[in-house]
């Protein structure tokens, strides 16, 4: 039997649960029964990749149900121990308490390959834009900006890098060589552009690198679907597969293009989607301790349109391909960077 399988009997869980979970809520004495309810599930012969919830039913000491969603997140090729780590290392460093916050990491566990957590409830920010609720659209943007500046005003002197590989455009996965081999095989007519694009980004990026030493931690998949609004005056970010070192305007960069990319196709209106960014941005400056000027703003350009391109590679290359869709992204970026277009 798949190894995996063990975690869809509720006998199991709550066991598991017993010895794991209850240790951690001195106000829990016993658990009364767990709801299975699966996010992923991907199980082969022996391999599997699940996102699976446990809407787990607590007994208190005061003879109460206390019930709490507790997620599982595994696959049985990509252990998740930095991912544990990284929520673990943010949690103990300021993002366990107050109004921007996480996941929280309860246990991880080598034997599935798995992180086990508590998930953060509510909707995400795409989601409001889908449904053109302004209102929340407004209000959630600048807690976004205040999250991100909290990140990266965490100290990094002798921090772990929880993925090195995520670090820099050169070696992120799926690497730049892969996605020009595979541009080459199915729109041969983009390669060399495709080429003179990861040039610029690469060489840009390096110059940075070269002369700093200065790291900053980076969530590194910053955009709104990832912002996800808890109440009134909380929002939580989801998805540390891609925390690392390295340099800050990655994030500003990256979010501005999502942001704007999702507020173009769901509201199509460039003069809100520029409103937008600018209260991001504004809303950074205002809570940041790093000092921002021109530099800055050029690397968090480069940024940009690297997301930009990676968004149109997405359209390419993707299963039913839209290249439709692609298309205009790379046009304007071609006109941003000064490169022939076709």
Request: charged fraction near 30%.
């Amino acid at each position: 039997m798949n190894i995996i399988k063990e975690l869809f009997s509720e006998e199991y869980v709550i066991n598991l649960f017993k010895k794991k979970v209850l240790p951690l809520y001195s106000d829990f004495f016993g658990i009364k029964k767990v709801k299975i309810v699966f996010h992923k599930k991907y199980v082969w012969e022996s391999t599997y990749h699940v996102v699976v919830e446990f809407v787990t039913t607590f007994q208190t000491k005061d003879k109460k149900n206390k019930i709490l969603s507790i997620f599982c997140s595994a696959h049985s090729d990509e252990p998740r121990k930095n991912v544990y780590d990284a929520l673990k290392y943010l949690w103990d460093n300021g993002f366990g308490k107050g109004f921007l916050t996480i996941p929280h990491p309860l246990f991880y566990s080598k034997k599935y390959n798995a992180i086990f957590y508590r998930g953060v409830n509510g909707r995400n920010l795409y989601q409001y834009i889908r449904k053109k609720d302004y209102e929340n659209i407004e209000a959630i943007v600048p807690k976004a900006a205040n999250w991100f500046a909290k990140l990266h005003n965490l100290p990094t002197v002798n921090a772990k890098n929880f993925n090195p590989l995520n670090s820099r455009i050169k070696t992120v996965i799926p690497g730049f060589k892969h996605i020009l081999e595979r541009i080459k095989e199915d729109h041969p007519k983009y390669l060399e552009i495709f080429e003179e694009f990861y040039r610029n980004f690469i060489e840009k990026e390096d110059r940075f690198f070269k002369y700093s030493k200065t790291l900053w931690f980076v969530h590194g998949d910053a955009h709104p679907e990832n912002v996800i609004k808890m109440g009134q005056k909380k929002i939580g970010v989801i998805d540390f597969t891609d925390l690392c070192l390295s340099d800050f305007t990655r994030d500003i960069g990256t979010f501005l293009q999502q942001l704007e990319f999702m507020i173009m196709r769901k509201i199509d209106d460039q003069k809100y989607a520029e409103k937008m960014k600018k209260i991001f941005l504004d809303n950074y400056l205002a809570n940041t301790t790093i000092n921002i000027d021109d530099e800055e703003f050029r690397r968090i350009d480069n940024y940009y349109n690297w997301t930009a391109i990676r968004t149109a590679t997405f359209f390419l290359l993707k299963h039913n391909a839209e290249p439709e869709r692609a298309y205009p992204i790379i046009k304007r970026i071609c006109e941003k960077l000064n490169i022939k277009y076709l």
